[in-house]
């Protein structure tokens, strides 16, 4: 299977969200790593996912969320 990977900035205009909000306020909380994005080579650089990202958007009832176990420091852990 193939998979698409998207920069910061590519991901930000298909959703039509800031490259900052992605990295503000959805990165770790809505966005997981190893589900959604991963840094290649142990890096900096984020690469999304997109067919993972646009499978959760299109889930209407929120499945993908419901399995996440609640951490002490307020984190999550899904799985």
Partial sequence: MSN????TQELADRIKYTPRTIRERLLDSVL?????YFR???GRKILFIWEAIESDMN???????RA????????ACHG
Avoid: C, K, V
């Fill in 4 to 7: 698409t990977y998207l920069t």
């Fill in 68 to 75: 996440a176990i609640p951490m002490a420091n307020g984190s």
């Fill in 32 to 36: 997981i790593e190893s589900r959604h």
């Fill in 40 to 42: 290649p080579f142990n």
């Fill in 59 to 65: 889930d209407s009832d929120g499945a993908a969320y």
